[in-house]
């Protein structure tokens, strides 16, 4: 039986293949680890046993095809990705910014869906995959708001608030009266924290039970970000509102209504 710390190894090493590096040999990856080699070629073995993982000529290691078929499983649940489709679409449609949808996965922000703006100059944004610190992202700040104090503080237990840019906010106190904000608005905004002179907004997605499964964000230029603030804002909420709503349905189910769900119209036609 697996023990608990190989177990808790299972997650770094599915982290290591990237489409930039998808191969991996033992060594390398028992030295990114750091476990001896005798324990990362079991490592590896076990996940090739599952069909994690492939085991390639010369002793290297792939992705395996049991990704994909959890993949679909994971579809066939709460596919909040296919609820959120139509919507981050008309979002595009109505603004002509950039759009994602991101998860929580492991205290990292992973985006699982993007849409790129129609602008001439237009945000490229995170690509598909994407894993990026919460503290500094819009989607990442609304989905720590959602945690209690002691959750807050496990996160900040478990990095440092890495400096991005001169806008990132690196200080613990200052963090937490953001999320207070963020709790009492219902959206979080990155004023140039991730990447400077881009600016984004972002609300909390929730399931029929009111827990927040993702968020929603439009990314923008500086500049028209300043011109078009509050109108961003409240089509932001309005869109995590109708994802929402989606997921209510798709499980034949009304969502929960929350006391600090702001109230917000149905999304804007496009500005001319």
Request: proline share 5%.
């Amino acid at each position: 039986m697996a023990t608990l710390q190989t177990v808790q190894k299972i997650g770094p090493v599915l982290d290591l293949f990237t489409v930039t590096q998808p191969e991996w040999g033992v060594s390398e990856v028992a030295a990114v680890i750091d476990v001896p080699r005798s324990s990362a070629h079991a490592l590896l073995s076990s996940l090739v046993d599952t069909g994690l993982l492939q085991c390639r000529s010369r002793g290297r290691y792939r992705l395996g095809w049991r990704i994909v078929e959890l993949g679909e499983t994971l579809r066939g649940t709460v596919d909040v990705r296919s609820c959120a489709a139509p919507i981050l679409e008309q979002l595009v449609e109505n603004y002509g910014e950039t759009t994602h949808l991101a998860v929580m996965d492991r205290w990292n922000v992973l985006y699982v869906d993007k849409i790129l703006g129609n602008h001439n100059i237009t945000v490229q944004g995170a690509r598909v995959g994407t894993r990026l610190d919460a503290h500094s992202t819009a989607v990442g700040k609304v989905m720590l708001a959602q945690l209690d104090d002691v959750e807050v503080r496990r996160y900040l237990a478990m990095r440092p608030l890495r400096r991005l840019t001169p806008s990132t906010t690196t200080n613990e106190r200052a963090l937490f009266d953001t999320l207070a904000a963020i709790r009492a608005t219902g959206y979080a905004v990155d004023l140039g924290e991730t990447v400077p002179e881009v600016h984004c907004v972002a609300a909390p997605v929730r399931d029929d039970l009111g827990s927040v499964v993702a968020a929603v964000s439009l990314s923008v230029p500086a500049t028209r970000f300043a011109l078009r603030r509050p109108q961003l804002e409240r089509a932001v909420v309005a869109a995590a509102h109708a994802i929402t709503r989606s997921i209510a349905e798709a499980n034949d189910c009304a969502p929960i209504e929350l006391r600090d769900t702001p109230s917000v119209a149905v999304l804007p036609a496009r500005a001319s």
